[in-house]
């Protein structure tokens, strides 16, 4: 991460933890602009956009960084659970198996609510 991208992004985290989504996803954006290839800022950004209520837009970040750094557990976990409040199961299930394989701590039981959802155990 380039130093002004990591500024940004620290930007970012900050003006998100005071509530000022908007203003965050701006120094994401400020944060991508130096670098387009920052994990973490594509990652806030998805995560700040979710809060937005902008959940597709967010899907698409977190499928930037697993573009980037296709072992960010983390990420495959927030698709996951993105796909899944809008019933895309079957894709929320191959996320979550995959942030298991990552070692993401509470993706296994997400995929057993996946599973259960898409009638495995009927």
Sequence with gaps: MSSVSSRWY???????????LKVAIHCCNRALEANARDADAWFYKGVTLDKLGRHQEGVTCYDRVIDINPFHAKAWFNKAATLGNFGRYREALACFEEANRQGHPRAAQAAEECKEMLGFYK
């Design 10 to 20: 620290e930007k970012a985290v900050q003006f998100g933890n005071m509530g000022r």
